[in-house]
Structures are given as C-alpha cells and as structure tokens.
C-alpha cells in the first residue's frame, strides 16, 4: 500500500545556515518519490519560530489534516522543524499517534 504523506517545511529568516523553505521542499518531495509514496500535502510556516506553536497557521493546518484524513506519515528535513519546546513535541506526537501517522 502506498504512504500517503504531508510535508512540513519552517524557516526563521534571520538564521544564515538555515536551510530555506524552497530546499526543504525540493528535498521532501525527492525522498517521497524515491519511495513511491503520494505526497498530499505541504504546509510551511516562514519566519516564526518554533517556540511559537499556536501562532504557526502551517502547523496547526497539517494537525487539522491528520485529523479529518487518514494520513500515514507526517515528514519534515528535521525535527526541529515541527517544534523546539518538549510541551509542544509532546502534543504534536499524541495528536500524531492518535491518528494512527508516522512522523
């Protein structure tokens, strides 16, 4: 059966070694078409920080997915991308796990 997958990208402009939401991009779509898998969805939020969970529209749009429609897997270029505070990556997980999806 084939994955069905939504994509994450963020980006804060003000890091130089950032890699910028376009790259990220570029790179999630090249790592689902290698595995034959379909790609649903991209959700990005720019410039907003990560500590900034109820304020990231792309974040909250991806969560409200997951829950109207089975999706397996939930993929971003790193983990810090989907959150950097431990309250946060805790209920991204459960709602993740919940619904029966892979990050």
Avoid at 32 to 46: C, F, Q, T
Wanted: hydrophobic content about 40%; some cysteine; charged content about 30%.
């Amino acid at each position: 059966m084939t994955k069905r997958v939504l994509f994450y990208a963020r980006s804060v402009t003000d890091r130089q070694n950032e890699v910028p939401i376009e790259r990220q991009i570029e790179l999630g779509k090249t790592f689902v078409a290698d595995r034959g898998w379909k790609l649903v969805e991209i959700y990005s939020d720019s410039a907003i920080g990560g500590t900034s969970f109820t304020s990231r529209p792309g974040i909250q749009q991806l969560l409200a997915h997951v829950k109207r429609e089975r999706i397996d897997v939930v993929l971003c270029v790193t983990v810090d991308r989907l959150f950097r505070d431990v309250e946060h990556s805790s209920k991204i997980l459960k709602d993740l796990a919940y619904h029966d999806t892979t990050i």
